[in-house]
Structures are given as structure tokens and as C-alpha cells.
């Protein structure tokens, strides 16, 4: 295992645990404004339902997030274990994604501003591009491609 990988592990970690925050967080609140609003749970069996009858949606919505780009960033961890090249860039870079995800959601799940969540969504978005083309640069040069 490369000497790098578990602080690129701890990376996933991190943001496996936000993604479990904010699922939990999703629950409590959909549980609460159901109960408040006494909304029978079959009620809101599907998304056009949930939609109609809920307002507290920043935490699905953000929930959904956590498995959009990041599915991004764990294929790049993935690759670069079976690669066995976790070079301290891929890290560094890691955690700034894994910061910014963080700032996303706390936006998402609280005041809710649009442009101040896309300045972390974007961001995030650039790092892990510009991680994959690292990797992908990386590797080729380790192959002798380019």
C-alpha cells in the first residue's frame, strides 16, 4: 500500500461521514415537518408527492448532491489504490475537494444561498478535474504514453 493511502482513505472517510450527517440530518427533518404537518407517510411515497406536501427539502436535495460529483472523486481513489500511485498532490487535493463538499452542504443545508453554494460546488468541481488530469497525466508518464 502506498505511504500516502491512508490519508487519501481518510479523505473518503470524511466524506463518507458528511454524506451519513446529512442523510441522518434529511430523516430527522422529514420526520419532524411530516409529524408537525401530519402527513401520512404514504403520502409522500414518491418525489412529485414529497415535492407537493414538503418545504424543509435543502437536506434531500443536498443528499442527492453527495452522489453526484463525488462519485467523481471516489473512482479517482479507487484508481489511484489499483494503481498503487497516491502521490501527496492526490491528498492535498483530497481534502480540499472533501473541504468544499463540506461548505457546500453546510450552505445547502442551512441558509441556502444560491451563488455561495455554487462557489463551492464549482470550486470543488475544479479540483477534482484537475485531479483526474493529474492522475491521468501521472500515469501515462509511468507507462511511458506520453
Not at 434529511?26 to 401520512?40: A, C, D, G, Q, S
Not at 451563488?115 to 507507462?143: D, K, N
Amino acid at each position: 500500500m502506498p505511504s500516502n493511502a491512508p490519508a487519501l482513505l481518510a479523505a473518503c472517510l470524511a466524506l463518507v461521514l458528511l454524506t451519513a450527517a446529512v442523510g441522518g440530518l434529511m430523516l430527522f427533518t422529514r420526520v419532524r415537518e411530516m409529524r408537525t404537518k401530519r402527513i401520512h407517510p404514504q403520502a409522500a411515497a414518491t418525489s412529485v408527492q414529497m415535492a407537493a406536501r414538503l418545504e424543509q427539502v435543502q437536506p434531500a436535495d443536498n443528499f442527492r448532491n453527495l452522489f453526484e460529483v463525488p462519485v467523481l472523486f471516489y473512482a479517482l481513489v479507487a484508481v489511484a489504490l489499483a494503481l498503487g500511485q497516491v502521490p501527496g498532490w492526490l491528498v492535498l487535493g483530497s481534502w480540499a475537494f472533501v473541504a468544499t463538499r463540506i461548505a457546500h452542504s453546510v450552505i445547502h443545508c442551512t441558509y441556502n444561498r444560491v451563488f455561495h453554494r455554487l462557489g463551492a460546488f464549482m470550486a470543488g468541481f475544479l479540483i477534482v478535474v484537475a485531479m483526474w488530469v493529474g492522475m491521468i497525466v501521472s500515469a501515462a508518464s509511468r507507462t511511458g504514453i506520453a
